[in-house]
């Protein structure tokens, strides 16, 4: 969900807005006169939608990502947490790879 607000309100509470955006997550549309908006998301935020376009770029990571999040939805698999992984994957808690 996005909040709308205009130029003048956000030239004027700038620093409010930027707790606002930090604290719900949620992008600020800044409406400018000459229709030009510009949305104020946080750092976090950001990050986290340009890693998802980045692993979704690619058609076949893309295809893999839906396929598990559906087996995921669909109960095919179960979770395991991360000392289950690690221990599959043979990995030890500093994440060095154990030979042997």
């Known amino acids: 969900m996005t909040t709308p607000i205009s130029y003048r309100e956000a030239h004027s509470s700038l620093d409010q807005l930027c ?3 930090i604290e719900t997550g ?3 549309i800044i409406s ?3 229709g030009k908006n510009v949305a104020l998301v946080s750092e976090a935020e950001l990050s986290s939608l340009l890693e998802t376009l980045y692993l979704l770029r690619s058609p ?3 295809t893999r990502l839906k ?3 559906a087996r995921s939805q669909a109960g095919a698999i179960k979770p395991q947490s991360i000392e289950e ?3 599959k994957f ?3 808690d500093d994440g060095i790879v154990e030979m042997g």
């Open 67 to 69: 396929t598990a999040l």
């Open 32 to 34: 400018r006169p000459d």
């Open 60 to 62: 076949t990571n893309a």
């Open 90 to 92: 043979g990995f030890v």
């Open 19 to 21: 707790d606002q955006v």
């Open 26 to 28: 949620e992008a600020v």
């Open 85 to 87: 992984l690690y221990q």
